[in-house]
């Protein structure tokens, strides 16, 4: 396991996070915290690449909070800055085309076909992501969004079954507790 790049990946995202270039503000970061920290219990799970999917789950939303600008394909951009910034490291060029597999296929909401057990622990820790972070969404809603009351705990509660419903059904049942959990809450 290469802690160096794990690191060194967590400082650079974590301080493009704190650019004011980035519209998505700190939440993004521990969103990333968040995917991450999943990603490493499904890659134990499934017998994934631990080190492949920890890598791709801190790169996956890199393009995003670099530059705005580039979101709607944030996936395909993010795989070539993911390229560019492994180079840096002298990172393995067949795992550094995993990472940007996973990268290219995590979003939810972009059907792809996920080829590989790390390809589909990012997807499954970015949609489980949301779950970790319940008062951000809260935030998001309230403050934000400056819903009301009801308002914004509906949209809270759609966007958490729209993120449970993108994963897979073994991912969606390991979760199932989390999810029923939080929804409970809510409501």
């Not at 690191?7 to 968040?34: D, P, S």
């Not at 492994?86 to 795992?95: G, I, P, T």
């Not at 489980?128 to 009801?150: C, Q, T, W």
């Amino acid at each position: 396991m290469r802690e160096d790049i794990l690191e060194g990946l967590q400082k650079e995202v974590y301080g493009r996070c704190l650019k004011e270039t980035n519209k998505f503000g700190m939440g993004c970061y521990y969103h990333i915290e968040a995917v991450v920290k999943n990603a490493e219990i499904l890659a134990e799970k499934y017998g994934a690449d631990r080190e492949v999917t920890m890598i791709a789950a801190w790169l996956h939303d890199i393009a995003s909070v670099t530059d705005y600008s580039l979101y709607e394909q944030h996936h395909i951009y993010g795989a070539e800055m993911a390229r560019e910034i492994l180079k840096e490291y002298n990172y393995d060029d067949k795992k550094t085309a995993l990472v940007q597999e996973c990268i290219k296929n995590h979003r939810g909401s972009v059907h792809c076909e996920r080829r590989s057990m790390e390809e589909l622990c990012v997807a499954d820790a970015d949609a489980i992501s949301h779950f970790d972070n319940v008062p951000g969404l809260l935030y998001l809603a309230f403050v934000e969004k400056r819903m009301g009351m009801e308002e914004g705990r509906e949209f809270v509660k759609n966007k958490l079954m729209r993120s449970f419903r993108k994963l897979s059904a073994d991912s969606a049942d390991y979760y199932r507790e989390k999810f029923e959990n939080v929804m409970e809450v809510l409501n």
